[in-house]
């Protein structure tokens, strides 16, 4: 028997679209929504996707991705890059039960996030930043 070990991940922004999952992935995990206390979830100046730094008296919705394997995890790494650092946290699925997950955390500076703005908003992105997200980071994907 081959053991692997599968992994959770709390989504807070462009890996909540399963289109973007089925380009990177080529399937979409399990997806259930949750919620992480004490982070805050920020517009990055001049990018189309967010970034989340600690936070008190914050929250971010968001979405648990489940039974991430070993290769998906060194893909989503890498696909973060330097711009991130994962870190694992505790979260809150909407039943209430308490789930560790991994995240990636912002890992730059903070002047480059808009710290005063309206926080990220998923639908604009699905209406106004999908395609042309999935175009820039993955060239070579096939776009329906």
Same mark, same amino acid.
């Given at each position: 028997?081959?053991?692997?070990?599968?992994?959770?991940?709390?989504?807070?922004?462009?890996?909540?679209? @399963?289109? #973007? $999952?089925?380009?990177?992935?080529?399937? /979409?995990?399990?997806?259930? +929504?949750?919620? !992480?206390?004490?982070?805050?979830?920020?517009?990055?100046?001049?990018?189309?996707? @967010?970034? #989340? $730094?600690?936070?008190?008296?914050?929250? /971010?919705?968001?979405?648990? +991705?489940?039974? !991430?394997?070993?290769?998906?995890?060194?893909?989503?790494?890498?696909?973060?890059?330097?711009?991130?650092?994962?870190?694992?946290?505790?979260? /809150?699925?909407?039943?209430?039960?308490?789930?560790?997950?991994?995240?990636?955390?912002?890992?730059?500076?903070?002047?480059?996030?808009?710290?005063?703005?309206?926080?990220?908003?998923?639908?604009?992105?699905?209406?106004?930043?999908?395609?042309?997200?999935?175009?820039?980071?993955?060239?070579?994907?096939?776009?329906?």
């Amino acid at each position: 028997l081959c053991s692997m070990s599968l992994t959770t991940v709390f989504a807070y922004g462009s890996l909540c679209e @399963p289109k #973007v $999952l089925t380009t990177m992935l080529n399937r /979409v995990p399990t997806m259930q +929504l949750a919620v !992480l206390h004490g982070h805050k979830r920020y517009r990055i100046l001049n990018k189309t996707y @967010p970034a #989340v $730094l600690p936070h008190e008296d914050s929250q /971010v919705q968001g979405t648990l +991705l489940l039974d !991430l394997t070993d290769e998906e995890m060194a893909y989503l790494d890498a696909f973060e890059g330097d711009e991130y650092v994962r870190k694992s946290v505790t979260v /809150v699925r909407e039943d209430g039960e308490k789930i560790e997950a991994h995240i990636w955390i912002w890992a730059k500076s903070a002047s480059e996030l808009d710290l005063q703005g309206e926080d990220w908003s998923p639908s604009e992105f699905r209406t106004n930043n999908l395609n042309t997200f999935i175009q820039g980071e993955f060239p070579n994907a096939y776009h329906q």
